[in-house]
T-cell receptor, first 116, second 111 residues
Framework: GAVVSQHPSRVICKSGTSVKIECRSLDFQATTMFWYRQFPKQSLMLMAT?????????EQGVEKDKFLINHASLTLSTLTVTSAHPEDSSFYIC????????????FGQGTRLTVV | EDKVVQSPLSLVVHEGDTVTLNCSYEVTNFRSLLWYKQEKKAPTFLFMLTSSGIEKKSGRLSSILDKKELFSILNITATQTGDSAVYLCAEGGYNTDKLIFGTGTRLQVFP
């Protein structure tokens, strides 16, 4: 199947700093990528849809200014958690579809963010 | 609002048992239902279902969709400890690229 690479896999940062997470589609082009957040023992919560060359579409309740998304090319989307706080500590996962809506979504390895 | 609900939330079985995981959905413009297995990190794809009544199989896993009753089941026969994971189902709509995930079922298989 298609490969989605996410980096870093784990990051620890201090409160108040910003953290950037990268999501790359390695063997296909993805005009759309998705960012999810997952708390322990809970399901994936969609945060935003990242669109290449345009603004991201955020889900209700997700702060646009806090979770900055940039989709600068067909193979790269980035999520920046700005002014991180301990409550932002979570598992962040990106996904992308290699084709249209009839194809499955492939996931990156996820990034475990710990804010201390 | 689109919604996906899975049951049970957790399940503990012994190796060799057969399990059935349930996924019900309430969506407008349903297009597809997907099953994923999540162990420690990112979910891995299992099945995508778009048509009612057609079973998809992969080894000991199988899944079927009922579009009239709005649910899907995932069966695992002769379970093994390696089947221990969270199983997620997700629905995709016609008018959107995004997937809405269910709550997940945590399966634990003991020797």
């Amino acid at each position: 199947g298609a490969v989605v690479s996410q980096h870093p896999s784990r990051v620890i940062c201090k409160s108040g700093t910003s953290v950037k997470i990268e999501c790359r589609s390695l063997d296909f082009q993805a005009t759309t990528m998705f960012w999810y957040r997952q708390f322990p023992k809970q399901s994936l919560m969609l945060m935003a849809t990242s669109n290449e060359g345009s603004k991201a579409t955020y889900e209700q309740g997700v702060e646009k200014d806090k979770f900055l998304i940039n989709h600068a090319s067909l193979t790269l989307s980035t999520l920046t958690v700005t002014s991180a706080h301990p409550e932002d500590s979570s598992f962040y996962i990106c996904s992308a579809r290699a084709g249209g809506r009839d194809t499955e979504a492939f996931f990156g390895q996820g990034t475990r963010l710990t804010v201390v | 609002e689109d919604k996906v609900v899975q049951s049970p939330l957790s399940l503990v079985v012994h190796e060799g048992d057969t399990v059935t995981l349930n996924c019900s959905y309430e969506v407008t413009n349903f297009r597809s239902l997907l099953w994923y297995k999540q162990e420690k990190k990112a979910p891995t794809f299992l099945f995508m279902l778009t048509s009612s009544g057609i079973e998809k199989k992969s080894g000991r896993l199988s899944s079927i969709l009922d579009k009239k009753e709005l649910f899907s089941i995932l069966n695992i026969t002769a379970t093994q400890t390696g089947d221990s994971a969270v199983y997620l189902c997700a629905e995709g709509g016609y008018n959107t690229d995004k997937l809405i995930f269910g709550t997940g079922t945590r399966l634990q298989v003991f020797p």
